[in-house]
């Protein structure tokens, strides 16, 4: 088989096999399609991690973080995992390659009173209803931006508050919706219902099409723009503002962390910028191994 068609064979089991969401999987064919250019003149069963070291310190040369490229390098070692498997490949040449470190950078949250500016959208017609329920959704419930865009309408539950998310590896989970999100959602929905019908996706355009990624960030940064806030907002500004306002009121991690639908507790303490000194006065305070004696 030729490397196009491996990689095309690779998407498919992704999509098949692993369920991975429809934008994941276009994630992986473009990392993999970086990879065919880079080593375009060298079959891939006889790539070496000289190889792989080189191309990534291409890419590296042109600016691309250690972040991305360690994003990159886990989509290429999959890859040859996969082709190891099921094609009788070798061995894996990304195996043993690191990306280069980068610094590391805390997400922006909003302050409690920056954040409840941006959700006083001004108006009643159908973009400033629209525009005002998915501001409100995000913040209050954590959502990615994939997920979000994702929703329809019979994904909400309005008699108990809560809405059925579909995440990362293809996960679901259920999710609390705040009173004033709620609130604008009812609004949102009496003026969505003569569009296209009860069924359907939750956000659509006038003429009843299902909002894009790129629209919905580009309606959060409009909305930005006629507040006059200085601080930079898009979705995941307004996930992280969820999970740190949530957490500095409640101080529960876990519950933090099933929201967010993180797999591992150590994405919710970066994500939350926690530090190491909060971890351990939780540790001394909760755990009956390490209270002090009085």
Not at 114 to 142: I, K, P, T
């Amino acid at each position: 088989m030729s490397a196009d068609a491996l990689v095309s064979a690779y998407c498919t089991h992704l999509r098949s096999e692993r369920r991975l969401s429809p934008l994941t999987e276009k994630h992986y064919a473009r990392d993999l399609a970086r990879l065919l250019v880079l080593t375009a003149s060298q079959p891939l069963d006889t790539l070496s991690a000289h190889d792989i070291r080189r191309a990534i310190a291409t890419l590296h040369g042109r600016g691309l973080s250690g972040r991305s490229l360690g994003r990159m390098l886990s989509a290429w070692r999959g890859f040859f995992d996969y082709l190891a498997r099921h094609h009788g490949y070798p061995h894996n040449p990304c195996a043993q390659v690191r990306p280069p470190k980068s610094p590391k950078t805390l997400p922006h949250a909003l302050t409690p009173d920056r954040a409840a500016q941006l959700m006083q959208v001004r108006g009643d017609d159908f973009l400033a209803c629209r525009d005002r329920a998915m501001l409100e959704l995000f913040y209050s419930s954590g959502l990615r931006l994939s997920e979000l865009a994702a929703l329809d309408v019979r994904d909400v539950d309005r008699a108990e508050h809560t809405v059925r998310v579909t995440g990362k590896g293809n996960k679901t989970r259920l999710v609390p919706v705040g009173r004033q999100a709620l609130a604008a959602l009812e609004v949102w929905l009496a003026l969505r219902a003569p569009v296209t019908g009860p069924e359907g996706a939750l956000f659509v355009t006038a003429r009843g099409r299902r909002l894009g990624h790129r629209s919905i960030e580009a309606r959060v940064a409009c909305r930005t723009r006629e507040l006059g806030l200085p601080d930079a907002v898009h979705p995941h500004v307004l996930r992280h503002s969820f999970a740190s306002h949530v957490l500095q009121s409640s101080g529960d991690l876990r519950a933090v962390q099933e929201m967010l639908g993180h797999a591992s507790i150590t994405s919710t303490q970066v994500y939350t910028h926690l530090d190491f000194q909060h971890l351990a006065r939780v540790y001394d305070a909760a755990h009956p191994r390490a209270r002090r004696k009085p």
